[in-house]
């Protein structure tokens, strides 16, 4: 029976390190607020300059779960998603969720408010293939033509809650 045991425990324990290896730590609503308010005040104070810094996949703006993203709603498109690089040059007035949603729009609206603001949508975590349930803070760039945010994803969130 011990023999059994110590097979199945080394059989399961290497499924269990690969899971927890394959999903970092979850990023938190405060740090995505902080974060997203750093790049609001690195845009403010440089431009486009600071534009490079933030689209690094591997810099301080992409973190745990979760990543620091930039649009141009003026001009209706994104700049800056380094999880997603594919998506820059889109038109974020048009992009649509998982679910169907347009969220590009209410994006572009919530963050004209001057403290910003929150949105849900559904989309997919970086490293995964599966939507969730995603809550991003959205904010206009004071003096610059950019909007900036940053999500939480809603742990056991399925797109179709």
Avoid at 33 to 50: F, S, T
Avoid at 129 to 143: E, F, I, M, Q
Wanted: proline share 6%.
């Amino acid at each position: 029976m011990q023999k059994l045991i110590i097979a199945l425990c080394s059989a399961v324990a290497p499924l269990l390190t690969d899971a927890a290896e394959a999903r970092p730590e979850a990023a938190g609503a405060a740090e995505v607020v902080d974060r997203v308010n750093e790049a609001v005040e690195l845009l403010a104070a440089r431009g486009e300059r600071a534009l490079p810094a933030l689209a690094a996949a591997d810099g301080r703006f992409v973190w745990k779960d979760t990543y620091v993203f930039v649009v141009d709603c003026e001009r209706d498109r994104v700049v800056v998603n380094p999880a997603f690089p594919e998506r820059v040059g889109g038109d974020i007035k048009q992009h649509v969720d998982y679910a169907g949603y347009a969220y590009g729009k209410e994006l572009c609206r919530i963050a004209q408010n001057p403290a910003g603001g929150w949105l849900d949508y559904v989309w997919l975590r970086p490293g995964e293939d599966k939507p969730l349930r995603k809550r991003s803070y959205v904010r206009a760039v004071p003096g610059q033509p950019y909007q900036v945010g940053a999500g939480i994803y809603i742990a056991g969130a399925a797109a179709d809650e």
